[in-house]
């Protein structure tokens, strides 16, 4: 993207909820439904922290495994989004901002090259969330008990007041995630639609 304010803003949905919440899941069906590019800041940093020769990649790690924020620098979602290109009907940003250093750098760096749609916000119970983590089998460094809890530590308090911050703005649209997954998809397929996705 250059300076050029005739160019389109890209449109953003910001994808918010507690670990095993179901974000992943509901990004995949809203991408194969409606088009828009998911973009997960935890997988963007996994990348970069697997990525040889990354200077920010043990940074990454040591941030993980302690379940806290890496700092909005090192996050990678912007590159990903310009490197997308203007013809992109829209992202699907999962999991960020997750904290007001998240925000403020978002503002920051994206003020004017983005359309902020709204925040699907799923909420799900700490005990559904943690047993569906530990269920994901997916061998990654974070998946024990220990960590998910610090993670929705950090989740309440630090990300709860972003979702707080959009919903004074009315840009909140709140989903139970903790049902069948069918219900889950059917509420936010219709959150999609009225949207105009």
Not at 29 to 37: D, E, F, R, S, V
Not at 138 to 159: C, V
Request: hydrophobic share 35%; with cysteine; aromatic share 8%.
């Amino acid at each position: 993207m250059t300076g050029d304010s005739s160019q389109k803003l890209f449109k953003v949905v910001f994808i918010l909820g507690p670990p095993g919440s179901g974000k992943g899941t509901c990004c995949h069906a809203i991408q194969k439904n409606h088009g828009l590019i998911h973009l997960s800041a935890g997988d963007l940093l996994r990348e970069e922290r697997q990525r040889e020769g990354s200077e920010v990649g043990a940074l990454i790690e040591a941030h993980i495994r302690n379940g806290t924020i890496v700092p909005v620098e090192i996050t990678c979602m912007f590159q990903a989004m310009r490197a997308a290109g203007d013809s992109a009907k829209g992202f699907l940003v999962d999991g960020f901002p997750r904290n007001q250093d998240n925000l403020d750098g978002w503002k920051r760096q994206m003020s004017g090259k983005v359309d902020e749609k709204f925040v699907l916000f799923l909420t799900c119970p700490t005990d559904d969330c943690i047993k569906r983590c530990l269920n994901r089998g997916e061998g990654r460094s974070d998946d024990n008990e220990e960590s998910f809890r610090k993670r929705i530590d950090t989740y309440n308090s630090q990300t709860l007041p972003i979702v707080e911050f959009y919903k004074k703005q009315g840009l909140v649209r709140e989903v139970n995630s903790g049902r069948p997954i069918e219900q889950v998809l059917e509420d936010v397929e219709r959150v999609f639609t009225e949207a105009g996705f």
